[in-house]
């Protein structure tokens, strides 16, 4: 791994490549700088474009700002005039316009392996998303995505239903694939009982998954960022999902309290 890792730096057009656009996190353990720790451990060169700032630590988010969407819109297109991704994850956008520009990037470049996870809140209750982010994503990015990743309570905002059972979750999995995502994967991690993932693709499978003990900064960031790794690899959606759902086992494993309320994932 460490090989692969070293390679990166200096063969980047030797090796598969993905992009992450995403949120500036200060601490490493969500965020860009926690995609990018996906994405060299899995042997995948990593590019990255900021959308949003956020000051937080292990304890939770402060505060957050969008970064101006022109200058979003400048990285993507300076970045593609040489470097065209392999996939691209987006999390963090922040503000409605950061929307319409990465979707107005997605399609300009007609970019594949499209992986959204979609952000409205953090674990520890702070707000990551302006109003208008859910209908815009649902309009603009999620019908351009080879895999959506919300938890349940986005797959709920995102679908417009609420989510208390089983049926309702395969319920939203099969509005947010209508809406044109190739795959669907509602995570488990932050619900009752299982730690089971939902993935949906016009079949439903269920990615069994033991429930960890404990709260975790980056879940969702770091397993999205695993799913676009392994498209960039060449895996299909489902064998994607269950790629980085396995390589989440090992990240809870080792993960570390830095002093604050939430834990964050060492990615070596
Ligand atoms: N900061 C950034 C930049 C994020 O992208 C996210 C989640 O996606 C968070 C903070 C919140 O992470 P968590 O809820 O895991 O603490």
């Known amino acids: 791994m460490l090989e692969a890792a070293a390679d990166a730096v200096y063969n980047p057009f030797h090796m598969k490549s993905a992009l992450t656009i995403a949120g500036f ?11 990018l720790a996906v994405f060299r451990t899995l042997g995948v060169f990593g590019l990255s474009t900021v959308a949003a700032l956020t000051a937080q630590n292990s304890s939770g988010v402060s505060a957050v700002t969008p970064v101006n969407s022109r200058f979003l819109r400048k990285q993507l297109d300076v970045l593609f005039q040489d470097l065209l991704p392999d996939a691209v994850k987006i999390g963090m956008l922040l503000a409605g316009d950061n929307v319409r520009t990465v979707a107005s990037a997605l399609r300009r470049h007609d970019l594949r392996n499209v992986v959204l996870d979609p952000v409205f809140l953090s674990s520890t209750g702070k707000r990551l998303a302006e109003k208008d982010v859910p209908a815009l994503l649902r309009e603009k990015i999620i019908p351009r995505c080879s895999v959506v990743t919300p938890n349940f309570h986005e797959a709920a905002v995102l679908a417009g239903i609420k989510i208390r059972s089983s049926r309702d979750r395969e319920k939203a ?11 669907v994967i ?8 299982s730690a089971d993932d939902l993935f949906f693709n016009g079949t439903f499978h269920l990615l069994k998954g033991q429930r960890v003990q404990g709260e975790f900064h980056g879940t969702g960031c770091t397993f999205s960022a695993a799913v676009a790794a392994f498209l960039a690899k060449g895996e299909s959606p489902l064998q994607a999902a269950k790629s980085a759902k396995a390589f989440m086992r090992k990240a809870f494993g080792r993960s570390f309290s830095a ?7 060492d990615i070596r």
Do not use: N, Y
């Open 25 to 35: 996190d200060p601490t490493g353990g969500a965020g860009l700088q926690a995609d």
């Open 173 to 183: 999995a099969s509005v947010l694939h209508a809406m044109g995502a190739e795959a």
């Open 186 to 193: 509602i995570t488990g991690g932050h619900a009752e009982g």
């Open 259 to 265: 002093g604050g309320r939430l834990r964050l994932f």
